[in-house]
């Protein structure tokens, strides 16, 4: 997956709009003080593909600005095995999401179901935590959050699959049981 743009808006501390379209292939690095707002940024992007935007509860909530009842937004344009998508997702109030695909428009569970096919995860059956990853597939592996870069990686079936895949098309036959 390429990232080409993401714009962030009234998502905790970043009221904004919040706008990166300078994404390049490649390793893109942010930086900044303290407090500056990278790890919301990046908890956006991570709720953008893997929360549904009609979720509910305190996990919805947090995601409002301090002492506000601004609607969370998110648009992100990125490129998936050399096909360009944009998703837009809105938390709370007026919840909505919409996918542009190749093929054209989805929006609601249509879209929430396509993104799941793209990314190759499962949703959990229960409200999930803000700790719960283990249903975000191969993606969610390679996401590591701030102070838990040496903490074990849980992923799921599909997960494990994907990374027993790409694998065995560098270097061969792999035995599925080593793949943890």
């Known amino acids: 997956m390429i990232i080409s743009r993401i714009e962030v808006r009234n998502f905790r501390k970043l009221v904004g709009p919040f706008v990166i379209d300078t994404m390049v292939p490649g390793l893109n690095v942010i930086v900044g003080d303290n407090e500056e707002g990278k790890s919301t940024l990046l908890q956006a992007i991570r709720s953008g593909f893997f929360d549904k935007h009609n979720m509910t509860g305190e996990r919805a909530e947090s995601f409002q600005p301090y002492n506000s009842a601004l609607r969370p937004e998110l648009r992100i344009s990125f490129e998936l095995n050399g096909a360009p998508y944009t998703l837009f997702k809105a938390f709370c109030q007026r919840a909505e999401v919409e996918l542009v695909t190749p093929d054209g428009r989805l929006a609601g569970s249509a879209a929430e179901e396509e993104l799941e096919k793209l990314l190759r995860f499962t949703r959990p059956k229960r409200a999930r935590k803000e700790s719960?990853?283990?249903?975000?597939?191969?993606?969610?592996?390679?996401?590591?959050?701030?102070g838990k870069s040496f903490v074990g990686v849980d992923t799921n079936e599909d997960?494990?699959?994907?990374?027993?895949?790409?694998?065995?098309?560098?270097?061969?036959?792999?035995?599925?049981?080593?793949?943890v």
């Open 132 to 146: 719960d990853h283990e249903h975000e597939g191969v993606f969610g592996m390679f996401w590591v959050e701030q």
């Open 159 to 179: 997960g494990r699959a994907s990374i027993v895949q790409a694998l065995q098309k560098e270097v061969g036959d792999v035995d599925r049981k080593s793949v």
